[in-house]
């Protein structure tokens, strides 16, 4: 079995920082990527940020220069900062990781329960 959970979540005024924080565990071989996706009310859910196992990231174009993904290999752990906050920030925020469970065995995608982020104007 494999977990992902997300915490970090919460309230913000406009203009402020939060971070969240993804951690893997469980049957873990390798995990090729972690990436966070975000759903507001009554949208889709749309990619913001991911990372590769080498450290090479991708943003969506409305969070370039104010979102930072980061990685701890070592803790099976991702991390988002975010700053300068806006309210069409505000919507529940997802971890996916793609990970193999073994040498042999073609990587899986996993997600996390969500964590609520709601900037305040």
């Known amino acids: 079995q494999v977990q992902v959970v997300e915490s970090g979540g919460g309230l913000v005024q406009a203009g402020g920082s939060l971070r969240l924080s993804c951690a893997a565990s469980?049957?873990?071989?390798?995990?090729?990527?972690m990436s966070w996706y975000r759903q507001a009310p009554e949208k889709q859910r749309e990619l913001v940020a991911l990372?590769?196992?080498?450290?090479?990231?991708n943003y969506a174009d409305s969070v370039k220069g104010r979102f930072t993904i980061s990685r701890d290999n070592a803790r099976n752990t991702v991390y988002l900062q975010m700053n300068s906050l806006e309210p069409e920030d505000t919507a529940v925020y997802y971890c996916?990781?793609?990970?193999?469970?073994?040498?042999?065995?073609?990587?899986?995608?996993?997600w996390g329960q969500g964590t609520q982020v709601t900037v305040a104007s």
């Open positions: 990372i590769v196992s080498g450290g090479s990231t």
């Open positions: 996916r990781a793609n990970i193999n469970r073994g040498p042999r065995l073609r990587s899986d995608d996993y």
């Open positions: 469980g049957s873990i071989f390798s995990i090729n990527y």
